[in-house]
T-cell receptor
Framework: DSGVTQTPKHLITATGQRVTLRCSPR?????VYWYQQSLDQGLQFLIQ???????AKGNILERFSAQQFPDLHSELNLSSLELGDSALYFC???????????FGSGTQLSVL | DQQVKQNSPSLSVQEGRISILNCDYT??????FLWYKKYPAEGPTFLIS?????DKNEDGRFTVFLNKSAKHLSLHIVPSQPGDSAVYFC????????????FGQGTRLTINP
């Protein structure tokens, strides 16, 4: 158990819909990262938050947004969903930059 | 632009033998490299890392080698065990500034009894 909690584990929705993925980092970790893993793809970095502020941005679509709340949990919002958004979405946390990441078990999103 | 590449999607090794997983990178700014292991239905878990000031780091059965001039790193597992069967991801980052791990596509390692 990495200590990073992601909910829900599975999500099935339709094109055009909006969903929210939730992540609770390990106790004491200030940084939260979101990654997307599509079929046969590596983990694509989406966005990082550190203590409530956006720290780094990767290949995140404009239809996607995220935030980190004062209690340090984070949400990834995906809107106007398309079939190609179907993927495994991972959240990870770390105490500070330069440290290894601890990953949650992911949310499997299926857009039908 | 794939900055971190794992060119072998899969690798099959006999139990007890050495497993060698390879990774190439293109960004010369990377100064910290990690290997993660992933079992089905679980998130990746950290395995071993190496800083660019070193060329080797060892942890039990796992050794990571870094060749900066070739922009290449490898993970050696000796001896390989059935429990090592998993997908292995190579990752790299730049320590200065915002940490952003860039991952390779992964290599599925199967250890045959």
């Amino acid at each position: 158990d990495s200590g990073v909690t992601q909910t829900p584990k599975h999500l099935i929705t339709a094109t055009g819909q909006r969903v929210t993925l939730r992540c609770s980092p390990r106790s004491g970790d200030l940084s939260v990262y979101w990654y997307q893993q599509s079929l046969d793809q590596g983990l694509q970095f989406l966005i990082q938050y550190y203590n409530g502020e956006e720290r780094a941005k990767g290949n995140i679509l404009e239809r996607f947004s995220a935030q980190q709340f004062p209690d340090l949990h984070s949400e990834l919002n995906l809107s106007s969903l398309e079939l190609g958004d179907s993927a495994l979405y991972f959240c990870a946390s770390s105490r500070d930059r330069g440290e290894k990441l601890f990953f949650g078990s992911g949310t499997q999103l299926s857009v039908l | 632009d794939q900055q971190v590449k794992q060119n072998s999607p899969s690798l099959s090794v006999q139990e007890g033998r050495i497993s060698i997983l390879n990774c190439d990178y293109t960004n010369s700014m990377f100064d910290y490299f990690l290997w993660y292991k992933k079992y089905p239905a679980e998130g990746p878990t950290f395995l071993i890392s190496i800083s660019s000031i070193k060329d080797k780091n060892e942890d039990g059965r796992f050794t990571v080698f870094l060749n900066k001039s070739a922009k290449h790193l490898s993970l050696h597992i000796v001896p390989s065990q059935p429990g090592d069967s998993a997908v292995y991801f190579c990752a790299a980052s730049v320590i200065q500034g915002a940490q952003k791990l860039v991952f390779g596509q992964g290599t599925r390692l199967t250890i045959n009894p």
